[in-house]
């Protein structure tokens, strides 16, 4: 993987969610899309990044199913991206 570009938007949604983003990860030539990362962030907490997932009941609550899974230190360096350009929205507003 040579490069991953983040497109962020930061979002006026309900709390804790703050910003949706798209990845796009290049590879000689190629690129993927994963899109609808989300970032969140509680008062007082750091923030978090979630690969995007879909919603359903099982057993009579609500648990999430992820849609895209990546190895282990792919997953670590998009949400590193991911997470610098949040920082990067998030202190200019």
């Not at 709390?15 to 190629?30: F, Q, S, T, Y």
């Not at 995007?52 to 949400?79: A, D, H, M």
Request: proline share 8%; glycine share 4%; aromatic share 6%.
């Amino acid at each position: 993987m040579n490069n991953i570009r983040v497109l962020l938007a930061l979002v006026n949604a309900k709390p804790p969610l703050r910003a949706l983003a798209d990845v796009i990860l290049l590879w000689e030539g190629e690129e993927l899309t994963i899109r609808r990362c989300a970032v969140f962030k509680k008062s007082g907490e750091p923030p978090w990044v979630s690969l995007p997932s879909l919603p359903i009941q099982k057993n009579g609550t609500k648990t999430y199913v992820s849609l895209v899974e990546l190895p282990r230190e792919l997953k670590r360096r998009v949400f590193e991206a991911v997470m610098t350009e949040y920082q990067k929205h998030a202190t200019e507003s």
